[in-house]
């Protein structure tokens, strides 16, 4: 599908400028301590030190292999869209909203600055569908939060990187624990191992079922929590021309994706038809998840 050019190029530095209508205020974004009297820290921490012990190699295969059986449910991507209303992220220090909502938010500030765009506002409200694994089992450490690359050295930006590796088996194994790791260099992220969650399953369900969002758009679904990439550089010796080239619009769609996050709540209901129209058009009918 053809699309204009990159949406912008933009340094990374600028996706920590708050968008006007954002609560919080410079540089109180994507905020992690180890504050105990602060229970979101508390709980956005504990959410990570378990992904970071627990995902590895061998975990990562597992799951691909349980859940690309795409036999676990059927169902349309507003029914599922609408199971995120009982689902708060536990990983996310801004908001303790339903994740619906952050959706609607999302897209509809895309929408408002990307009118003729139509599979961009589409992709901003599903970008985090993929949060039902939580409905069907999965813990919320292999659901949500940023994502990173196993099989190779821990980027140095990633969350926490320093206090919750130290039970992680990869850390320790020679065959992982390299620059390199499994990889060859400049491989592509196509050929590598991310750590499991919302972000990958939901791309290998929109392409199992045959959806018609463009490569953009799948990008941004696929590495919109692989923040140690897109924001951190780390992990830029494993990519190959495509990934720089989808590298922009990933970074576009993170200032959305991060700074429409507040406390301000969308019309859903009123915004129902337009959005149906769009799953219509690029995600018809139920999907095999």
Sequence with gaps: METRGPVCIIDPSELYRPEVKAKKAKGLFREYSIDKTDHIQTR?????LKMHTYQTVDYVKQKIAYWTRF??????????????????DESDPDVDVPNIVHAFQTAERIRADYPDLDWFHLTGLIHDLGKVLAFY???QYSTVGDTFVVGCRVGSSV???????HDNPDVSDPRYSTENGIYEPGCGLDKVLMSWGHDEYLYRVLKHNKCTLPDEGLAMIRFHSFYPWHTGGDYMHLCNDKDLKMLPWIRTFN?????????HLPDIPALMPYYQS???????GKLQW
Aim: proline share 4%; glycine share 2%.
């Design 44 to 48: 956005v921490r504990d959410t990570y």
């Design 71 to 88: 036999d676990k449910f059927e169902a349309d991507i507003m029914t599922a869209l609408e199971k995120l209303n009982d689902l708060v």
């Design 137 to 139: 089992g999965e813990p």
């Design 159 to 165: 969350v926490y990187r320093d206090s919750t590796f």
């Design 255 to 263: 200032k959305y994706d991060l700074y429409t996050k507040s406390d």
């Design 278 to 284: 769009l799953i219509d058009k690029y995600c018809p």
